[in-house]
């Protein structure tokens, strides 16, 4: 049985998966729906799960980019579809880990931020950390960032998303 896993990337990231047609997660790390996070939202259901497992990889992807000096200021998240990912509770309800590559065929779609986000995933990228640690100024950051939705794009659509940027 597949399993929809979300990996925070960055465009350099997202241009090396076009290229090799495959790509490994930094650290394995994934974010999907697993059982500590559907206990933490009982109310909800597996699309609204989905959806919090999304952001938190959307989140991620801030930290790639805080990490990336001079990559694209967008956040990129893609979906796939993978055959196992380990729960990683030490590190949050959402985080998984996986240990194979996963290849563009496993790819269910990609998003990314609009051109009009860069400003606020710029600021955002820059204050992630010290949002973690309570900073309200630098929440207010990541909240202008996390207002702009990432944009659904089909796999064959990723050589010409990229070829726009």
């Not at 997202?14 to 490994?24: A, G, I, K, P, T």
């Not at 989140?59 to 980019?65: C, D, F, W, Y």
């Not at 194979?100 to 990314?112: D, G, M």
């Not at 929440?139 to 050589?159: I, K, M, N, R, V």
């Amino acid at each position: 049985m597949q399993m929809r896993v979300y990996v925070p990337m960055t465009v350099p990231m997202l241009e090396q998966l076009s290229q090799d047609r495959l790509f490994m997660p930094l650290s394995g790390t994934v974010f999907t729906v697993t059982p500590a996070l559907r206990e933490a939202y009982t109310a909800d259901g597996d699309d609204e799960l989905a959806e919090v497992a999304m952001a938190e990889a959307a989140r991620a992807s801030l930290r790639l980019l805080s990490a990336q000096p001079g990559a694209r200021t967008r956040r990129v998240v893609v979906s796939a579809d993978v055959a196992a990912a380990e729960h990683r509770p030490d590190l949050d309800a959402a985080v998984a880990r996986v240990h194979e590559p996963i290849t563009l065929k496993q790819v269910a779609s990609v998003h990314v931020d609009l051109e009009d986000a860069e400003e606020d995933v710029r600021r955002a990228a820059e204050v992630v950390d010290a949002a973690d640690l309570g900073d309200e100024d630098a929440e207010f950051a990541l909240g202008d960032a996390e207002d702009h939705s990432l944009a659904w794009y089909a796999t064959q659509e990723l050589p010409f998303l990229l070829e726009l940027m």
